[in-house]
Nanobody, 121 residues
């Protein structure tokens, strides 16, 4: 298991923005080749995929966040980001960083402990 560390969560009003970060240990080459994803879990709900970036630089997003969120990575720093704009109350959740076991967006892999995002007026 790889210890991932998320940061950047907080409280924001609807329409606001947050930038989540996930620091991944290991070497730069390994980071760039793995699939990396952000998931979220709201109280009483199952964990859901928010966005994923493959080792081939392909991305996919949950329909609910398309056009508002952007996943990207800094391979030189081994950091995965999630830029979240136009936040809505339904985006309130604990957000988890996930490193896949290969270059795809499939399967499990390693997880961080999560960072909390609260969207409320």
């Amino acid at each position: 298991q790889v210890q991932l560390v998320e940061s950047g969560g907080g409280s924001v009003q609807p329409g606001g923005s947050l930038l989540l970060s996930c620091k991944v240990p290991g070497n730069m080459y390994m980071f760039s080749t793995y699939g990396m994803a952000w998931y979220r879990q709201s109280p009483g709900k199952t964990r859901e995929l928010v966005a994923c970036s493959t080792g081939n630089a392909l991305t996919n997003y949950a329909d609910s966040v398309k056009g508002r969120f952007r996943i990207y990575r800094d391979n030189a720093k081994n950091i995965l980001y999630l830029q979240m704009d136009n936040l809505k109350p339904e985006d309130t959740a604990v957000y988890y960083c996930n490193r896949k076991s290969d270059s795809t967006c499939l399967g499990g892999g390693s997880w961080g402990k999560g960072t909390t995002v609260t969207v409320s007026s």
